[in-house]
């Protein structure tokens, strides 16, 4: 599935992903391959993403995109709130 998170300034990460840890309003949740249509409100915390390939950081990586020490194919991304969207394999996170 395509995960892309954007926030006012830029877009943070856009990729192939497996799955994505979301900080809901409610706690948090995961969203997996052929999961139901969802939005949803997010609080500050962390976003957890599970990539498909190994993350390869550039010059163009934001800041906020930080690598799992122990497993490159994963990823976390600070997030001082938002709201997500998932619907047919595509998650869009508008994030502040």
Known sequence: MHLEIITPESKIFYGEVS??????????????????PIISGLNGGIVKVDLTSPFEKTEKTSDLVKQDAKDSKIIRVEISGGVMEFLNDKIIVLAE
């Open 19 to 36: 799955a994505v840890q979301f900080p809901g309003l409610d706690g948090s949740f995961q969203v997996l391959t052929g999961h139901a």
